[in-house]
């Protein structure tokens, strides 16, 4: 069953949402973390379930959100 609670991110010294599974959030920090290329895009129904939706179809908010998480990701996956 795929997880739709928030997730809790530490970005610097304080605690953030970074929104459901499948969020503009949640993709755009994913992205980052396992070093893919920046192209905002979301999951309505949960990460890879149903509708991939990209730009044109997302709202600037959507775009800015997919933005500031990839920004904002400092781990990095360790592929060695």
Do not use: C, F
Not at 16 to 29: C, D, E, L
């Amino acid at each position: 069953m795929l997880s739709v609670l928030p997730k809790l991110v530490r970005i610097g010294w304080q605690l953030v949402t970074r929104g459901k599974h499948g969020s503009p959030a949640s993709r755009g920090g994913a992205d980052r973390y396992y070093g893919r290329p920046y192209k905002p895009h979301y999951y309505p129904e949960g990460t890879y379930v149903g509708e991939r939706i990209t730009p044109p179809q997302m709202t600037e908010a959507q775009i800015e959100e997919y933005h500031n998480a990839y920004r904002q990701e400092e781990d990095r996956k360790d592929w060695g």
